[in-house]
């Protein structure tokens, strides 16, 4: 079946401006999480939504960065001003339920490139 | 603050060795470990996952143990094959239902003919 999608698979962008990474979770996956990834690290915990609300968003870095998940399927993940020091990969990922018993399913990241 | 810690270099094997990796937590013991693989340019995939009160975990050529006195989780991969060459990711989960896992930096193997 259809895995976590992520759109775009890269983006470049200038610092200062405003970029959205999109996020289309595994059909029936009612959680889902952003992490970002800077090269020769392990995935970084952004954000966590457990349907519609943000259950977890104490990995957010600073208030430029939002994250949505209006109707409890996609997710947007907003980064306002953006800065060369966002510049990673936006990873997306869904489970079923909850993390103590659900792996997390990825998808192939969002490589965001600020110059 | 938690820590997870992997080692950093790179672990090269010859095929049909047993590749052993490791992962050591700081603080807190977890509810329990995972382990995901990557490949470049591609995101983690789900390996195992082990609870605080299991010893040990296998799945096909896998087994994960689970140490709460030494707080070390070990990752191996027995009768290795070139296809296994990827990063090997240990993360932690604590006691609360959230989403909010904590990874190790990875441990890349490189298993050659």
């Known amino acids: 079946g259809a895995g976590v999608s992520q759109t775009p698979s890269n983006k470049v962008t200038e610092k200062g401006k405003y970029v959205e990474l999109r996020c289309d979770p595994i059909?029936?996956?009612?959680?889902l999480y952003w992490y970002r990834q800077s090269l020769g690290q392990g995935p970084e915990f952004l954000i966590y939504?457990?349907?519609?609300?943000?259950?977890?968003d104490s990995g957010l870095p600073n208030d430029r960065f939002f994250a949505v998940r209006p109707e409890g399927s996609v997710s947007t993940l907003k980064i306002q001003r953006t800065e060369r020091g966002d510049s990673a990969v936006y990873l997306c990922?869904?489970?079923?339920?909850?993390?103590?018993?659900?792996?997390?399913?990825f998808g192939n990241g969002t490589r965001l490139t600020v110059t | 603050s938690q820590k997870i810690e992997q080692n950093s270099e790179a672990l090269n094997i010859q095929e049909g060795k047993t590749a052993t990796l490791t992962c050591n937590y700081t603080?807190?013991?977890?509810?329990?470990l995972q382990w995901y693989r990557q490949d470049p340019g591609r995101g983690p995939v789900f390996l195992l996952l082990?609870?605080?009160?299991?010893k040990e975990k296998r799945k096909e050529r896998l087994k994960v143990t689970f140490d709460t006195t030494l707080k070390q989780s070990l990752f191996h991969i027995t009768a290795s094959q070139p296809a296994d060459s990827a990063t090997y990711l240990c993360?932690?989960?604590?006691?609360?239902?959230?989403?909010?896992?904590?990874f190790g930096q990875g441990t890349t193997l490189q298993v050659k003919p």
């Open positions: 603080n807190y013991s977890p509810a329990y």
């Open positions: 082990i609870r605080e009160n299991e």
């Open positions: 993360a932690w989960a604590g006691s609360s239902n959230t989403g909010k896992l904590i």
């Open positions: 939504f457990q349907g519609t609300g943000a259950a977890d």
């Open positions: 059909s029936g996956h009612t959680a």
């Open positions: 990922a869904s489970s079923l339920g909850g993390v103590l018993e659900s792996p997390l399913h």
